[in-house]
């Protein structure tokens, strides 16, 4: 597993943006496939993005689709979600997530960062 730390979050208007960042530690960080998750208030964790560990895959979920980007940096062991033209439906916690391959879940996840977007 790795360890992971996220920071970022704030508070934003509608249309504004925000960007994420994930720090992980551990020697295998290039080998996974890292993901954004997110909580909004009263409702379950729902999956917004995930990366290849070669950063030559991506995939997005409908709601945030040309919107946010996931980006990776496996020298510095970071994982950055950039998120344009936020709404006020994008209020959530962000957590950051990773797994060892795509026949794995996704087992090691950060403490989470709050994103508000105010309308």
């Known amino acids: 597993q790795v360890q992971l730390v996220e920071s970022g979050g704030g508070l934003v208007q509608a249309g504004g943006s925000l960007r994420l960042s994930c720090a992980a530690s551990g020697r295998a960080f290039s080998s996974y496939t890292m993901g954004w998750f997110r909580q909004p208030p009263g409702k379950e964790r729902e999956f917004v993005a995930r990366i290849s560990w070669s950063a030559g895959s991506t995939y997005y979920s409908d709601s945030v689709k040309g919107r946010f980007t996931i980006s990776r940096d496996n020298a510095k062991n970071t994982v950055s979600l950039q998120m344009n033209s936020l709404k006020p439906e994008d209020t959530a916690v962000y957590y950051c997530?990773?797994?060892?391959?795509?026949?794995?879940?996704?087992?090691?996840w950060g403490q989470g960062t709050q994103v508000t977007v105010s309308s």
């Open positions: 997530a990773a797994r060892p391959s795509d026949y794995h879940p996704f087992n090691s």
